[in-house]
């Protein structure tokens, strides 16, 4: 499995999404096959962004859903959110990629940096956006996350 493994991401170093892929499995349910087979899938669609210019690609798609799944299971996976923001940023979804982003930072428990992205998730949701319920989700969040700024400044 180590061995799989390991050629699956000298694979994705190399460019070849596909192997990289067949190296994660068909059905990964592991962290490393989750996240191997959801960065092969970013990597793909963002190859055919820049070669067809389409924003949306069903890889892209499906690496998003997978994840979106296993951070809900698992919400202090910091690098599951940061490869999560780069499937919705390969989606063409800024919003949402920005509050992964934020997410991975919490994770990681860099606050500062959270409120950061989600203040600039804020900032583009105001300026006209027809995802509501993710504005509302950041908009929770950024609260969310003041509370635990304050906490944090009320220890030093």
Do not use: C
Request: proline share 3%.
């Amino acid at each position: 499995r180590l061995v799989r493994l390991l050629g699956g991401e000298l694979a994705l170093a190399a460019g070849d999404s596909a192997s990289a892929l067949a190296a994660a499995g068909m059905r990964p349910t592991a962290r490393p096959e989750v996240l191997l087979s959801a960065l092969a899938q970013v990597q793909m669609a963002q190859a055919a962004v820049g070669a067809v210019g389409a924003a949306e690609t069903s890889g892209a798609a499906q690496a998003a859903d997978r994840l979106q799944s296993w951070v809900l299971e698992h919400p202090s996976d910091a690098m599951a959110w940061q490869v999560l923001a780069q499937a919705q940023s390969a989606r063409g979804l800024p919003l949402r990629a920005l509050r992964a982003e934020a997410e991975a930072r919490v994770a990681v428990l860099d606050y500062p940096a959270a409120m950061d992205r989600l203040r600039a998730a804020q900032n583009l949701a105001r300026r006209g956006t027809t995802d509501h319920i993710e504005a509302s989700i950041i908009d929770a969040r950024a609260r969310q996350v003041e509370l635990l700024l304050r906490e944090q400044a009320a220890q030093r």
